[in-house]
């Protein structure tokens, strides 16, 4: 006698609560054995599964029984229980196949023949069960779509937050309503933030032991804790696909306790990255798969710090994390790849001289006049003096005056060693820009962490990173101004063709 078992899935919740689908399969599958002459040996159900990929315990039960055992039929009311997606059904059907099990389908006969139609038609019926499942998908995300739009968050509440249904059972409506016992503590943790005598780690020990968990009861993750601490969503804003809604949900952090919080978190931030490292890229380093900003972090006990894509959690972290120092020598190097033309750099120099020519003549001039006044002075001082000594005034009118004279005095000696700090400051400059127009690379790796910073963002707008390399550096609007005649670029990763194209359209002088 044939063997055979059954398989029954369903997807939602509702489906597997009212316990009509599951069973219909199995009753079907059981009266279609009988009548067949199958011996049932096996009867396997994913409740609440859905069909979308083959990780369901029941189906990896199913075929697992039928190549241990050699199962002769695998019943299944219609295939769309099976698989939604044209590439699984064609896996699923193809490892049966192996063992010598024919997949039946009761609502169509013909989809498991063993034939160029029977095999046509099943590909067919696949591609159907796949084309409904993205139909569904799409009406799935066209209302979160419009949920988004009405101003309600079009997924699992944050913390300090529960999904409520509004509706009834068969049409359900959910929004997002306080959950009184975590708002209290996540509230707390806002105001406690606020005052600035928490650090973030400190904060999170202290309200995990007043009771604040994670969804799951444990203690929240530092990450976890420090985007609660930066979620808009608790002052009315929210992102969905992309875009920003204003949302409906109840408030019970304000505006302004969650705005002090953002100003204790920048500046301990930046406390950090003085103490610890300095975060040389942070704002310029964007992911190169999502797009995102890149932030950064250390781990003490590995004495390392990393850069990261801000948004991990939405796509693979592998090739995302990269030490500091790789990064920083990698984005250092992209220095290497510019250079200005050698008439653009005389250009420079002559520009700077005559700049700098006119600083120190206005300096020159502002000394001048200082050292006029003082000459002023030191003469009234002398005259006071010698009143006093000619017993004119008296001790009590000249430390009046003497003391005034002195004061004015101090303050201009005080003005003009300013003026000649600044020409020699000026002359710093204009040695730099030198370095910088004649050797950019060398003027960039031999500056101080600041200039550097400065460099940075003279040069270039964005940095774009994925496996742990660069993949494009897109230049200042102020450097593509340059290009392609003044400024060269010597990695096609910079620039796109189309980029270069539309620049010496709108500039066609050749590149110097």
């Known amino acids: 006698m044939p063997t055979a078992i059954i398989y029954s899935r369903v997807s939602t919740k509702e489906q597997v609560e009212k316990g009509k689908s599951v069973e219909d399969q199995v009753k079907f599958g059981k009266r279609f054995a009988q009548e067949n002459g199958y011996k049932l040996v096996g009867i396997f159900k994913d409740p609440g599964q859905t069909a979308s990929n083959m990780n369901r315990p029941g189906l990896q039960e199913a075929i697992l029984r039928c190549q241990e055992e050699k199962i002769d039929y695998f019943i299944v009311k219609s295939t769309d229980r099976l698989a939604r997606n044209v590439a699984d059904h064609i896996t699923i059907k193809s490892s049966l196949n192996k063992v010598g099990t024919k997949i039946t389908a009761i609502e169509q006969p013909s989809a498991g023949e063993e034939s160029a139609e029977g095999n046509l038609v099943d590909t067919i019926l696949a591609a159907i069960n796949q084309f409904q499942r993205d139909l569904t998908a799409r009406k799935v995300k066209k209302s979160l779509e419009q949920k988004a739009k009405e101003g309600w968050f079009p997924a699992p509440a944050h913390l300090g937050y ?7 059972p068969d049409k359900q409506k959910n929004i997002i309503v306080i959950d009184k016992p975590k708002a209290r503590l996540i509230k707390e943790a806002f105001e406690l933030y606020a005052t600035g005598q928490y650090s973030m780690e400190q904060l999170r020990d202290v309200m995990y032991a007043k009771g604040l968990t994670s969804r799951f009861g444990n203690q929240p993750s530092h990450s976890a804790f420090a985007l609660m601490l930066q979620n808009r969503f608790y002052i009315g804003e929210f992102k969905y696909s992309g875009n920003v809604y204003k949302g409906k949900h109840p408030l019970f952090i304000d505006k302004k306790t969650f705005e002090l919080c953002q100003r204790v978190r920048l500046d301990q931030t930046t406390n950090i990255r003085q103490s610890k490292h300095n975060f040389l890229l942070r704002g310029m380093i964007y992911c190169g798969v999502c797009g995102g900003g890149y932030t950064w972090e250390n781990h003490e006990h590995k004495n390392k710090s990393y850069y990261h894509c801000y948004n991990i959690r939405d796509h693979s972290s592998r090739g995302q994390y990269i030490e500091t120092n790789d990064l920083e020598r990698m984005v250092e190097s992209e220095f290497k790849k510019i250079e ?10 002559q520009e700077a001289k005559n700049y700098l020519d006119k600083i120190h003549q206005d300096i020159d001039e502002r000394r001048l006049d200082i050292q006029n006044k003082i000459r002023i002075l030191e003469k009234k001082r002398k ?19 003497h003391n005034l004279v002195e004061k004015e005095i101090n303050g201009l000696e005080d003005e003009l060693k300013n003026y000649s700090a600044d020409r020699t400051s000026n002359l710093g400059v204009f040695e730099k820009l030198l370095d910088l127009s004649t050797n950019i690379y060398q003027a960039y790796k031999k500056a101080t962490p600041e200039l550097k910073a400065s460099y940075l963002r003279i040069f270039f707008e964005k940095i774009y990173v994925q496996d742990r390399k660069i993949k494009k550096a897109i230049p200042t609007q102020a450097i593509r101004e340059l290009l392609p005649y003044k400024v060269k670029f010597k990695h096609s990763q910079v620039l796109t063709k189309s980029e270069w194209r539309a620049r010496r359209e709108l500039n066609p002088r050749s590149q110097a």
Do not use: M
């Open 162 to 168: 529960k999904n409520v249904n509004v509706g009834t």
């Open 340 to 349: 200005f033309s050698k008439s653009f750099v005389e250009k420079i120099k």
């Open 383 to 401: 005259t006071i003096e010698e009143k006093l000594f000619n017993g004119v005034i008296n001790d009590q009118t000249y430390s009046k005056h």
